[in-house]
C-alpha cells in the first residue's frame, strides 16, 4: 500500500499564495496517476490537479491559470503551487496515487483556509 504525506496548507489572505507537497512511499514515475483533490464543508471532492500516465496534466476549471502542478520523480514527491488564491479555494486538499498495481491511496489531507 502506498503511504502518502502531504504538507503546506495553511491560512493565506485572498490573493496569496500557497505551495503543498506529497511525498509518496513508492516510486511514483510507474503510477498511473497522481494528483491533487479538495474537499470544501458540504461540497463532494473534486479534482484540483493530477498527471495521469499516457495522457499529462489535468487541472480543474475553477483553478486553470492559477494553480500549477509538478513532480520531482527523483525525490518521489508531487508538488501544488497556488497562486492568486480566492476564498472559495478553502478547503481540505487531498494527494491521490494510483500505482500501477494495487489500490489507489489517499493522504490525510492538508486545510487550506484563504480569508477575505
Known amino acids: 500500500q502506498v503511504q502518502l504525506v502531504e504538507s503546506g496548507g495553511g491560512l493565506v489572505q485572498a490573493g496569496g499564495s500557497l505551495r503543498l507537497s506529497c511525498a509518496a512511499s513508492?516510486?511514483?514515475?510507474?503510477?498511473?496517476?497522481m494528483g491533487w483533490y479538495r474537499q470544501a464543508p458540504g461540497k463532494g471532492r473534486e479534482l484540483v490537479a493530477a498527471?495521469?500516465?499516457?495522457?499529462?496534466?489535468k487541472y480543474g476549471d475553477s483553478v486553470k491559470g492559477r494553480f500549477t502542478f509538478s513532480r520531482d520523480t527523483a525525490k518521489n514527491t508531487v508538488f501544488l503551487q497556488m497562486n492568486s488564491l480566492k476564498p472559495e479555494d478553502t478547503a481540505v486538499y487531498y494527494c491521490?496515487?494510483?500505482?500501477?498495481?494495487?489500490?489507489?491511496?489517499w493522504g490525510q489531507g492538508t486545510q487550506v483556509t484563504v480569508s477575505s
Open positions: 491521490n496515487a494510483v500505482p500501477a498495481t494495487g489500490t489507489s491511496a
Open positions: 513508492g516510486n511514483i514515475f510507474w503510477f498511473n496517476s
Open positions: 498527471i495521469v500516465r499516457g495522457i499529462g496534466t
